[in-house]
């Protein structure tokens, strides 16, 4: 079994391949190579993110997103999606010959997938998706349009959350495997986005007949099954927020020690010194509490879903505040295209949208207090029985 620092070596041997020109082409171009993830695939990196399971392999998955990220984030974000929602979805629920076949193909980089849930109406609300899957033929007729898809444009596969035919509950719906060169189906195009540009976001139509195998899992628990699998993608972004910053407050503190105003540096300002140490100090604690949730999920083997909510609020409010602040302690330097920060903070201003918005995260991290908490509710109960004013014998003069 290789070591974490030895996963790491591997996923940098295969960067080693690339260079900033082709970092900045990707950006210019607005399309990840499909050959890029596809070598991820052939160099192992898929398969031993997932030899030790979906919650075994945390650590290699946080990895392989710190990685990532350092050379383009647009590249981390197309591989997190490829690895924790196709492969993740295969991983857990293929069944039978093709989908089985499927699973091997993506985890060595030969099928490249994606996942379609967003449609224009219904946003971070799944419940509300109005893509359908109708029994027809012995197979099903998926119609409907999804919308702002990671990596649709590299795409071979598309994971599709749809409405079931005469559903029981109006939260019954389904995963469904969509060929994206399959006869009905199209990419309408690609939205222009404000960062990630080597990751493109596009829309798809679909109105295709696929066979009886096309079901991913069980019918009418889609739900269920997506909402598991953002967990891994929300705990991916995390890593991804924490491995930004990282790189943004270590070129922060080079420059600082490096520039002088007079005869003194920018670092030993008590400003830019205090400023930069409470970055360093949000970054500690981000670390920390990732490494709490991956080694308590590994130790489980269970995923905290109100917690790794709770992460990725505080990491998406706080990595987009440490990037400001680099920014200002490089001054006009950081406003430019010349240093990278102006990417980052574009980059990782998605966020706090992508894989539920602050919002979404709020209430669930709410819904999770909004408990039975016996001993609390007991104690409120006596406080507010004993809460009496003190009577006060009044001195007759």
């Given at each position: 079994?290789?070591?974490?620092?030895?996963?790491?070596?591997?996923?940098?041997?295969?960067?080693?391949?690339?260079?900033?020109?082709?970092?900045?082409?990707?950006?210019?171009?607005?399309?990840?190579?499909?050959?890029?993830?596809?070598?991820?695939?052939?160099?192992?990196?898929?398969?031993?993110?997932?030899?030790?399971?979906?919650?075994?392999?945390?650590?290699?998955?946080?990895?392989?997103?710190?990685?990532?990220?350092?050379?383009?984030?647009?590249?981390?974000?197309?591989?997190?999606?490829?690895?924790?929602?196709?492969?993740?979805?295969?991983?857990?629920?293929?069944?039978?010959?093709?989908?089985?076949?499927?699973?091997?193909?993506?985890?060595?980089?030969?099928?490249?997938?994606?996942?379609?849930?967003?449609?224009?109406?219904?946003?971070?609300?799944?419940?509300?998706?109005?893509?359908?899957?109708?029994?027809?033929?012995?197979?099903?007729?998926?119609?409907?349009?999804?919308?702002f898809i990671s990596n649709?444009?590299?795409?071979?596969?598309?994971?599709?959350?749809?409405?079931?035919?005469?559903?029981?509950?109006?939260?019954?719906?389904?995963?469904?495997?969509?060929?994206?060169?399959?006869?009905?189906?199209?990419?309408?195009?690609?939205?222009?986005?404000?960062?990630?540009?080597?990751?493109?976001?596009?829309?798809?139509?679909?109105?295709?007949?696929?066979?009886?195998?096309?079901?991913?899992?069980?019918?009418?628990?889609?739900?269920?099954?997506?909402?598991?699998?953002?967990?891994?993608?929300?705990?991916?972004?995390?890593?991804?927020?924490?491995?930004?910053?990282?790189?943004?407050?270590?070129?922060?503190?080079?420059?600082?020690?490096?520039?002088?105003?007079?005869?003194?540096?920018?670092?030993?300002?008590?400003?830019?010194?205090?400023?930069?140490?409470?970055?360093?100090?949000?970054?500690?604690?981000?670390?920390?509490?990732?490494?709490?949730?991956?080694?308590?999920?590994?130790?489980?083997?269970?995923?905290?879903?109100?917690?790794?909510?709770?992460?990725?609020?505080t990491a998406g409010e706080?990595?987009?505040?440490?990037?400001?602040?680099?920014?200002?302690?490089?001054?006009?330097?950081?406003?430019?295209?010349?240093?990278?920060?102006?990417?980052?903070?574009?980059?990782?201003?998605?966020?706090?949208?992508?894989?539920?918005?602050?919002?979404?995260?709020?209430?669930?991290?709410?819904?999770?207090?909004?408990?039975?908490?016996?001993?609390?509710?007991?104690?409120?109960?006596?406080?507010?029985?004993?809460?009496?004013?003190?009577?006060?014998?009044?001195?007759?003069?």
């Amino acid at each position: 079994m290789i070591s974490e620092s030895d996963f790491r070596a591997q996923i940098r041997d295969m960067l080693s391949a690339y260079d900033e020109k082709d970092f900045e082409r990707w950006e210019q171009e607005r399309h990840l190579p499909r050959a890029v993830p596809a070598a991820l695939g052939a160099a192992g990196l898929f398969r031993r993110r997932w030899e030790h399971g979906p919650e075994g392999g945390l650590p290699r998955l946080v990895a392989m997103c710190q990685e990532l990220c350092q050379a383009s984030s647009g590249l981390a974000l197309a591989t997190m999606g490829h690895s924790e929602i196709f492969i993740g979805a295969l991983h857990w629920l293929a069944g039978g010959p093709r989908q089985l076949g499927l699973l091997e193909e993506a985890l060595d980089g030969r099928a490249i997938g994606c996942f379609g849930a967003t449609e224009e109406q219904s946003g971070s609300n799944l419940v509300n998706v109005q893509t359908t899957a109708v029994a027809e033929d012995g197979g099903w007729r998926l119609t409907g349009r999804k919308r702002f898809i990671s990596n649709v444009g590299r795409a071979d596969y598309m994971v599709v959350l749809a409405r079931m035919d005469s559903p029981s509950h109006v939260a019954d719906l389904s995963l469904f495997l969509l060929p994206l060169d399959h006869p009905g189906v199209s990419v309408d195009g690609f939205f222009e986005t404000m960062g990630l540009h080597a990751c493109d976001v596009g829309q798809v139509t679909f109105d295709a007949k696929l066979p009886a195998d096309a079901l991913l899992g069980n019918r009418g628990i889609g739900l269920l099954y997506a909402t598991h699998l953002l967990q891994f993608e929300r705990l991916a972004i995390c890593a991804q927020l924490i491995g930004t910053a990282d790189v943004a407050l270590r070129l922060a503190v080079a420059y600082a020690r490096r520039r002088s105003l007079g005869e003194q540096r920018v670092m030993d300002k008590q400003a830019v010194r205090h400023r930069l140490a409470a970055c360093r100090a949000e970054l500690w604690n981000l670390e920390s509490r990732l490494e709490h949730l991956v080694a308590g999920a590994q130790r489980d083997r269970r995923m905290p879903a109100h917690e790794i909510s709770a992460l990725k609020l505080t990491a998406g409010e706080s990595v987009c505040r440490i990037i400001d602040t680099t920014m200002q302690i490089l001054g006009a330097r950081g406003y430019t295209r010349n240093f990278p920060l102006e990417r980052l903070w574009r980059d990782a201003r998605l966020s706090r949208l992508g894989g539920g918005t602050d919002e979404v995260l709020s209430d669930m991290v709410a819904s999770g207090l909004d408990r039975h908490d016996p001993h609390f509710d007991d104690l409120v109960s006596r406080l507010r029985t004993s809460d009496l004013p003190h009577i006060t014998v009044m001195d007759g003069n």
